[in-house]
């Protein structure tokens, strides 16, 4: 590799916070670039707690193949966090008892594999395999001044580590310093966005067994041999989901988020106030949880949690990622996906500049494609909170939410081929119609759901996706290998069977609102062959799994 000559340094990549973000950046360079000095500054002491107070402990294709394959990380993902049964859903927009409500799962782990996340065990992890990789990892370290530089020149970070002041001049500083947005703070980066949503959660000290919420022999058999506990679980209501997420370190993670009009945040700002919610909205999950030897160890929230970033990539030699960047909502665990694809972007930007390429052109590339990503995954959650409780509409929506995701977004990220430019070229119309699909799709949806105020609660419905054979087949195929004729040949593939799924869902929608607007559905359907594509989707397979 040719390199440029540079001025001295005291290190070449300094990354501020050693958190999630941060400490997998700094495998992800040591991996790739070895001779590269790597130093990591972080405020909170080494080694944390156990069930740390951290979101993102649920992790989905994306992000567990980042720290399984691309990291490396295999091993102690295995034998030290716990093995996910995937995203589970409960439907209801009234107060239920649980065998009573539909739900949406797996009986059986889908091939490509995701795990629950302790945050403290990993990021102690983390940190002692960075330190084993040669690292410079300092944490108790508080940054006092950033001065970057708009020439060539270095950056220059004051710090108070041990009891003293250091200055450190670096090449490239990368903010991974979470909600704190160090340089977006100095920069004045900051961009709100309208998803308009508030959270609050907590963690206790043991596990509740879904499974032995209810004697009915139907509702302990319809999943089996799932192990309820070990899913991401969702309890759907009208403007708000509650989750459950198992932590290896023999804690529950639980949290309420709400949209912000429907459920206002002061109604659960406090323990008290979020189990006196739940036991107006969710009275099988706070009976359930509302136990002496469950003993609260921590309490948090955070009013309107999702925000973009005006910019996140510099040709001034720095970048954001993480929470120091942007965040979405946690309802389909995107965030360490995001933390993956945004890393990856910081690597190429970082190799580049190594080589001796001008970096400012690729910079606002990857920037404008990661934005993309954001805004086309924002679209799954902005607005829809008022129909989550929707026991016929939201098993819809989950499995077009899904056939977006694997069709698209996670096939780039595990062929490596996010920064590949002349493929992301000629992908660009395909991906182009599905954003379009997905637009309309979710318009869709908002009015479906909206407009049935009275969903048919008589019977509740087991949709069980690992029955579902495309499921199987798009779940496992992200791991192929695939030349590029291949994968590009697959990606239409997709996309065609995105068009079959939404002229189905546009059926089911019109049998109970025959004068349901499409949104604009129909015309784009009109444009492209929607006839039967076997090799994705059999005929009316989306009929027959989920119509009531």
Known sequence: MSTVTQAPVDTDILILGGGLAGLTLALQLRDREPDLRVTVLER???????????VGESTVEIGAHYFADVLGLREHLETEQVRKYGLRYFFTDREYDVQDCSEMGVSRLLPTPSWQLDRGRFENFLGDRARERGVDFRDGAVVRTLDLSESDDLHTIGFDHGGESHTLRARWVVDASGRAGLIKRKLGLAQANDHDANAVWWRIDGQSDLDGWSDDPGWRTRFAPAERWKSTNHMCGPGYWFWLIPLASGSHSLGIVCDAKMHPLETMNTFEKAMDWLRRHQPRVAEALDKPEYALQDFLFLRHFSYGCKQVYSKHRWALTG?????????????????????????????????????GQYADIYQQLYFSFYENTLSLYQ???????????????????YAY????????????????????????PAFAEGRALNLAMQRLMRDWGTRDAAPDLKQARAYDQYQVEWCREMNGGLTDALDDDAYYARTQRSVAGMRQLAAEVLALARESFPDIDDRGLDALLASHDTGQHPAMLPEHWFARELAA
Request: with cysteine.
């Open 44 to 54: 909170r002491a080494h080694p944390v707690r156990e069930a740390a107070h951290k």
């Open 323 to 359: 929470e120091a960047g942007l965040f979405l909502d946690p309802f389909y665990s995107p965030g360490s996906d995001f933390i993956a694809i945004s890393n990856t972007y910081v690597c190429e930007l970082i190799r580049k500049d190594r080589a001796g390429e001008p970096i």
């Open 383 to 401: 607005d829809q909170y008022p129909i989550f409780g929707h026991p016929q509409v939201m098993p819809v929506k989950v499995l077009w939410d």
């Open 405 to 428: 995701y694997w069709s698209l977004l996670a096939p780039l990220f595990f062929s490596r081929r996010q920064a590949d430019l002349s493929m992301l070229t000629r992908l660009k």
